[in-house]
């Protein structure tokens, strides 16, 4: 199946959200962050979500919200660790574009360090992190994705005309 409008996947601080709403203007399609969705539902942040439940606790909402949510008509930004459950990948493929927002760890961990909202980092040693996340998820990622787009070369702007043009030789721009 063929989605008008595209999912965005890539590491935390990659840009899904700033770039996810900049596309959902340009598509004139609503936007749907994944965590902003499963905080609304669990009346819960991130990190409570985390400590009450667990990382699997967490993944277990994600993958509900992914199924819900991925058939939608709308621009999708998803957390970063959406790749790691197969089941998760498998949705991915079956409604693409996929679009997958690539920085390096170290661009990446100068923009989210400290970030007290983000419990996989919120230890301290965001760059080690980063790179591990990274070593795990760039050929899951690879795996998942219709297109690239180095958001660390990139403005946020400039990311998104990149999507634009992509999505109009996909067969799914404005006027697809
Ligand atoms: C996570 C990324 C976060 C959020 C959670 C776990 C991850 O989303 O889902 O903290 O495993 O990389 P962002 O990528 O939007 O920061």
Not at 53 to 61: D, H, K, T, V
Not at 89 to 113: F, N, T
């Amino acid at each position: 199946m063929r989605r008008r409008f595209p999912t965005l996947i890539g590491l935390m601080g990659a840009g899904k959200t700033r770039i996810g709403r900049l596309l959902s203007r340009r598509l004139e399609a609503p936007f749907i962050d994944v965590d902003e969705w499963i905080v609304r539902h669990e009346a819960l942040s991130i990190p409570e979500i985390f400590e009450r439940y667990g990382e699997r606790g967490f993944r277990e909402r994600e993958s509900r919200a992914l199924r819900e949510l991925i058939a939608r008509p709308v621009v999708l930004a998803t957390g970063g660790g959406i790749v790691m459950r197969a089941e998760n990948r498998r949705l991915l493929r079956r409604h693409p574009p996929v679009i997958w927002l690539r920085a390096s760890p170290e661009v990446l961990a100068e923009r989210i360090d400290g970030d007290a909202n983000r419990p996989l980092i919120a230890t301290g040693g965001t760059l080690a992190r980063l790179q591990e996340l990274a070593r795990v998820r760039t050929p899951l990622y690879e795996a998942c994705a219709d297109f690239v787009v180095d958001t660390g070369q990139l403005t946020p702007e400039q990311a998104c005309q990149s999507i634009l043009e992509f999505l109009g030789s996909f067969g799914a721009g404005p006027e697809g």
